[in-house]
């Protein structure tokens, strides 16, 4: 729908999908301006109210924009700035049933996602058929079956599915614009004829759909040296985020899941005169390699070129020439920059960056055969290098090992309070996490901090006197601490202290340990009865040893009268007498 919410900006449509809504509005600059350089400024949120939620953080508000935003934001204004580049573009998530993706919805001047299950192409698949996609490409294109845009993150898809998914997603976002020239036709207005045609610098951007559980990251540094400029050094920008999101969907796939650590690859560029992404993408393979992660195989990425001829009577394409792996002055000068990555047999991720309003699908489909060669000849490069990854990881790898403990000494291993756990990590850096009841996780930064946690383990572990317990037996202890609660006893000098309740001391209720005269050192009777089956504490008691405490018996006839021990009977017999 159009016109009926923020009828005061320029324009404005609501477009919604199941029970998603997004309103976006758009805005352009009325005053004149002596800058010649006025960018397009795109800007998506997606707000906690539109999920019926109210934000997590301490302000209760949402405070700035997340990583997912700002990819959207690009991905919208790559698309926008061929056809409105004096505009400012607000997205504004209205509403979101969790089936249906905002992201394309925003984007929409026609753009479709494809997802592949089972070898079928789906357009527009739910949030819960991209859980099973091995796809998910992003079309928007323009009228005449040209293409706009593409972005792409798969798993290792063979060439020609990929390129039949852009077949499809070009074949139905034409259905799109021809709904959107109808509502042109309908409700548009007419447009203003700019006096100087403007087409700002564009930047090379990407779109990454994070991934719900992270075990692999990838952050791009790009400084202003690399390019031998002069500029801020502050937190990531737009388009190091970008960059390092297309170089981490390149990788991803081939990072094994059930990798045991989490994996953060950096990537520093230190000059620049070509595609950073791509660069990014070879370096992290080779880096994972040489670390030693079992990567299924080694991911290259290359950067394409368009240069083209129009013909401006019919507004078409006469003549074109594809470049490959393009410098910075033909991505600046030229039309298009299409970075794909992949293996040597398929395609893990596309980034098109298309300049013009719109280029056939057939230049679309040479650009995927001719970054195909060259991907395979940058990977054979590579294989030079390192082929496979390390048999063995570097001295300085980290290391993960299960400890099995049994209940019986658990309390021992845990330590009062956690004392144990919490020296060994203090003295050999290690990281102790419980799996299960018997099963403990052992995380080492190094082989070394590993071997030092191992012999901790054993020695606090190590088997002692328990093993020659006898259930229900009758044992000498020794007072060690007195306690409100009770006393720490050992039954053996290597033993770690144990707590006897004050219930356990005596047949009489007691408040404290003292009130049996009970002192440090003392030696007490106590009788076994093994290891409790759910905290594994060792239990024992000093009260089953100790006679039943005197009865105190009230008289019926007389509740005044208090009888104790052997005189009951004989004040029973008084009574009936």
Same mark, same amino acid.
């Given at each position: 729908?159009?016109?009926?919410?923020?009828?005061?900006?320029?324009?404005?449509?609501?477009?919604?999908?199941?029970?998603?809504?997004?309103?976006?509005?758009?805005?352009?600059?009325?005053?004149?301006?002596?800058?010649?350089?006025?960018?397009?400024?795109?800007?998506?949120?997606?707000?906690?109210?539109?999920?019926?939620?109210?934000?997590?953080?301490? !302000?209760?508000?949402?405070?700035?924009?997340?990583?997912?935003?700002?990819?959207?934001?690009?991905?919208?204004?790559?698309?926008?700035?061929?056809?409105?580049?004096?505009?400012?573009?607000?997205?504004?998530?209205?509403?979101?049933?969790?089936?249906?993706?905002?992201?394309?919805?925003?984007?929409?001047?026609?753009?479709?996602?494809?997802?592949?299950?089972?070898?079928?192409?789906?357009?527009?698949?739910?949030?819960?058929?991209?859980?099973?996609?091995?796809?998910? !490409?992003?079309?928007?294109?323009?009228?005449?079956?040209?293409?706009?845009?593409?972005?792409?993150?798969?798993?290792?898809? !063979?060439?020609?599915?990929?390129?039949?998914?852009?077949?499809?997603?070009?074949?139905?976002?034409?259905?799109?614009?021809?709904?959107?020239?109808?509502?042109? $036709?309908?409700?548009?207005?007419?447009?203003?004829?700019?006096?100087?045609?403007?087409?700002?610098?564009?930047?090379?951007?990407?779109?990454?759909?994070?991934?719900?559980?992270?075990?692999?990251?990838?952050?791009?540094?790009?400084?202003?040296?690399?390019?031998?400029?002069?500029?801020?050094?502050?937190?990531?920008?737009?388009?190091?985020? +970008?960059?390092?999101?297309?170089?981490?969907?390149?990788?991803?796939?081939?990072?094994?899941?059930?990798?045991?650590?989490?994996?953060?690859?950096?990537?520093?560029?230190?000059?620049?005169?070509?595609?950073?992404?791509?660069?990014?993408?070879?370096? =992290?393979?080779?880096?994972?390699?040489?670390?030693?992660?079992?990567?299924?195989?080694?991911?290259?990425?290359?950067?394409?070129?368009?240069?083209?001829?129009?013909?401006?009577?019919?507004?078409?394409?006469?003549?074109?020439?594809?470049?490959?792996?393009?410098?910075?002055?033909?991505?600046?000068?030229?039309?298009?920059?299409?970075?794909?990555?992949?293996?040597? $047999?398929?395609?893990?991720?596309?980034?098109?960056?298309? $300049?013009?309003?719109?280029?056939?699908? @057939?230049?679309?489909?040479?650009?995927?055969?001719?970054?195909?060669?060259?991907?395979?000849?940058?990977?054979?490069?590579?294989?030079?290098?390192?082929?496979?990854?390390?048999?063995?990881?570097?001295?300085?790898?980290?290391?993960?090992?299960?400890?099995?403990?049994?209940?019986?000494?658990?309390? @021992?291993?845990?330590?009062?309070?956690?004392?144990?756990? @919490?020296?060994?990590?203090?003295?050999?850096?290690?990281?102790?996490?419980?799996?299960?009841?018997?099963?403990?996780?052992?995380?080492?930064?190094?082989?070394?901090?590993?071997?030092?946690?191992?012999?901790?383990?054993?020695?606090?572990?190590?088997?002692?006197?328990?093993?020659?317990?006898?259930?229900?037996?009758?044992?000498?202890?020794?007072?060690?601490?007195?306690?409100?609660?009770?006393?720490?006893?050992?039954?053996?000098?290597?033993?770690?202290?144990?707590?006897?309740?004050?219930?356990?001391?005596?047949?009489?209720?007691?408040?404290?340990?003292?009130? !049996?005269?009970?002192?440090? +050192?003392?030696?007490?009777?106590?009788?076994?009865? =093994?290891?409790?089956?759910?905290?594994?504490?060792?239990?024992?008691?000093?009260?089953?040893?100790?006679?039943?405490?005197?009865?105190?018996?009230?008289?019926?006839?007389?509740?005044?009268?208090?009888?104790?021990?052997?005189?009951?009977?004989?004040?029973?017999?008084?009574?009936?007498?």
């Amino acid at each position: 729908s159009s016109g009926k919410l923020a009828r005061f900006a320029d324009g404005s449509a609501v477009v919604q999908s199941g029970d998603t809504a997004v309103m976006v509005t758009a805005v352009s600059k009325t005053k004149p301006s002596p800058s010649q350089f006025m960018p397009l400024v795109v800007d998506y949120r997606q707000k906690a109210a539109a999920a019926g939620r109210i934000p997590t953080n301490y !302000l209760r508000r949402e405070i700035g924009s997340s990583d997912k935003e700002i990819l959207t934001s690009r991905v919208i204004g790559k698309i926008c700035s061929e056809f409105f580049p004096l505009y400012q573009v607000l997205c504004n998530l209205l509403a979101v049933d969790g089936v249906n993706e905002p992201d394309v919805l925003a984007i929409n001047g026609g753009a479709v996602r494809i997802g592949m299950i089972d070898g079928e192409c789906v357009v527009n698949p739910t949030r819960k058929e991209m859980s099973s996609s091995t796809l998910n !490409l992003v079309v928007a294109g323009a009228p005449k079956s040209q293409i706009v845009m593409m972005e792409a993150s798969a798993e290792n898809i !063979l060439q020609q599915d990929f390129c039949h998914a852009i077949k499809v997603g070009v074949k139905y976002t034409q259905q799109i614009i021809q709904g959107i020239q109808q509502l042109v $036709k309908e409700i548009g207005v007419t447009k203003r004829t700019p006096q100087k045609l403007f087409t700002p610098s564009p930047e090379i951007i990407s779109f990454h759909v994070s991934y719900l559980c992270i075990c692999f990251c990838l952050f791009l540094k790009f400084p202003p040296y690399a390019t031998n400029e002069i500029g801020k050094v502050t937190g990531v920008n737009r388009r190091e985020l +970008g960059h390092g999101a297309l170089a981490e969907k390149a990788l991803y796939p081939v990072i094994p899941k059930d990798f045991p650590f989490t994996i953060r690859v950096t990537s520093e560029v230190l000059e620049s005169n070509g595609s950073s992404s791509m660069a990014s993408a070879c370096g =992290g393979s080779l880096a994972l390699m040489d670390a030693g992660v079992p990567v299924s195989s080694a991911v290259a990425g290359v950067a394409v070129g368009l240069v083209t001829k129009n013909n401006p009577d019919k507004g078409e394409i006469e003549d074109y020439r594809l470049l490959t792996d393009i410098l910075g002055i033909e991505d600046y000068n030229g039309d298009m920059d299409f970075k794909i990555a992949g293996t040597s $047999k398929g395609i893990t991720a596309l980034q098109a960056d298309i $300049k013009l309003p719109g280029i056939p699908i @057939k230049i679309v489909m040479e650009a995927i055969q001719q970054a195909s060669v060259a991907k395979k000849e940058i990977i054979q490069i590579m294989n030079k290098t390192i082929s496979k990854p390390r048999a063995s990881r570097k001295e300085n790898g980290p290391v993960v090992e299960t400890v099995q403990v049994p209940l019986s000494k658990r309390a @021992k291993f845990v330590g009062p309070g956690g004392y144990n756990l @919490k020296k060994l990590q203090a003295e050999t850096g290690v990281t102790v996490s419980q799996v299960d009841e018997e099963t403990f996780s052992v995380f080492a930064p190094t082989p070394s901090a590993m071997h030092e946690a191992r012999d901790f383990i054993t020695e606090i572990c190590k088997d002692d006197q328990e093993q020659q317990l006898e259930f229900g037996a009758v044992y000498t202890a020794t007072i060690t601490e007195i306690r409100d609660t009770g006393v720490m006893v050992k039954l053996y000098p290597n033993m770690t202290a144990v707590l006897l309740h004050n219930t356990q001391l005596d047949q009489r209720k007691i408040k404290h340990p003292t009130a !049996l005269g009970l002192e440090v +050192g003392q030696e007490i009777q106590v009788k076994y009865f =093994g290891r409790d089956p759910a905290d594994g504490r060792m239990r024992l008691s000093r009260k089953v040893l100790q006679s039943p405490a005197t009865s105190v018996v009230r008289t019926l006839n007389d509740r005044s009268s208090i009888v104790m021990g052997e005189s009951i009977s004989q004040s029973s017999s008084n009574s009936t007498r």
